[in-house]
C-alpha cells in the first residue's frame, strides 16, 4: 500500500488552513491545533519541520505564531511530503541510499520503478497547496467552466483551427 505518513497529511491540512486565510496573519500552534482537532505536540512539531526548510516562517513574542514564507500556489505537496516524510521513493532501491537492495545492480523492473516513481514525483509537484485549500468540487467545477467557455469561445490564438472552422477554410 502506498501511503503517506498521518505526520504528512497533518501537516498539508495544516497548510490549507494557512492557504485559505485570505489575511496571511500569524496563527498560533495552539489555535491550529484546536481548528483543526490535532493534538497540539504534533501540530508544535509539523510547524517547526515545515519552519526549518523554509515553508513557514516563524514569528516569536507574544502575538507570535507561523506564517506561510511564500504564497501557497508557490509550495507543492512534494516539497512537504519530503519534509516531513523525506524522498519520495516507490521502492528502497530509489531512496536516498544506493545500495539498499541486494539484486539493485542487476535488478529487471528497476528503470520501470524509476519512470513510476518520476511520474509521482512530478504529479505530486505540480499539486500546491493552494489547490489542496479548494475543495475538489470547486476544481472540478473551474475546469469544467473553462472548458465550455473555450468550446464556446472557439480556438484560443495561437491554436490551429480544424479543417472545419470558418478560419481554416480557404
Given at each position: 500500500?502506498?501511503?503517506?505518513?498521518?505526520?504528512?497529511?497533518?501537516?498539508?491540512?495544516?497548510?490549507?488552513?494557512?492557504?485559505?486565510?485570505?489575511?496571511?496573519?500569524?496563527?498560533?500552534?495552539?489555535?491550529?491545533?484546536?481548528?483543526?482537532?490535532?493534538?497540539?505536540?504534533?501540530?508544535?512539531?509539523?510547524?517547526?519541520?515545515?519552519?526549518?526548510?523554509?515553508?513557514?516562517?516563524?514569528?516569536?513574542?507574544?502575538?507570535?505564531?507561523?506564517?506561510?514564507?511564500?504564497?501557497?500556489?508557490?509550495?507543492?505537496?512534494?516539497?512537504?511530503?519530503?519534509?516531513?516524510?523525506?524522498?519520495?521513493?516507490?521502492?528502497?532501491?530509489?531512496?536516498?541510499?544506493?545500495?539498499?537492495?541486494?539484486?539493485?545492480?542487476?535488478?529487471?523492473?528497476?528503470?520501470?520503478?524509476?519512470?513510476?516513481?518520476?511520474?509521482?514525483?512530478?504529479?505530486?509537484?505540480?499539486?500546491?497547496?493552494?489547490?489542496?485549500?479548494?475543495?475538489?468540487?470547486l476544481q472540478h467545477r473551474a475546469l469544467a467552466t473553462a472548458t465550455?467557455?473555450?468550446?464556446?469561445?472557439?480556438?484560443?490564438?495561437?491554436?490551429?483551427?480544424?479543417?472545419?472552422?470558418?478560419?481554416?477554410?480557404?
Open positions: 500500500m502506498l501511503r503517506i505518513s498521518r505526520l504528512t497529511d497533518y501537516g498539508i491540512v495544516l497548510l490549507t488552513r494557512f492557504a485559505s486565510d485570505r489575511t496571511s496573519s500569524v496563527h498560533a500552534a495552539k489555535d491550529l491545533a484546536a481548528e483543526a482537532r490535532i493534538p497540539a505536540p504534533t501540530v508544535s512539531k509539523i510547524l517547526k519541520i515545515l519552519a526549518h526548510v523554509g515553508v513557514l516562517e516563524s514569528h516569536r513574542g507574544a502575538t507570535g505564531g507561523f506564517s506561510l514564507a511564500r504564497p501557497a500556489a508557490e509550495v507543492s505537496v512534494a516539497e512537504v511530503i519530503e519534509a516531513l516524510d523525506g524522498p519520495i521513493a516507490m521502492t528502497e532501491c530509489l531512496g536516498e541510499e544506493a545500495g539498499t537492495c541486494d539484486i539493485e545492480s542487476g535488478c529487471p523492473v528497476r528503470s520501470n520503478w524509476d519512470r513510476i516513481n518520476r511520474t509521482v514525483r512530478d504529479a505530486l509537484r505540480g499539486l500546491t497547496i493552494a489547490d489542496m485549500a479548494r475543495p475538489a468540487f465550455v467557455l473555450g468550446a464556446a469561445n472557439g480556438p484560443q490564438a495561437g491554436t490551429p483551427p480544424t479543417s472545419g472552422s470558418a478560419s481554416g477554410a480557404r
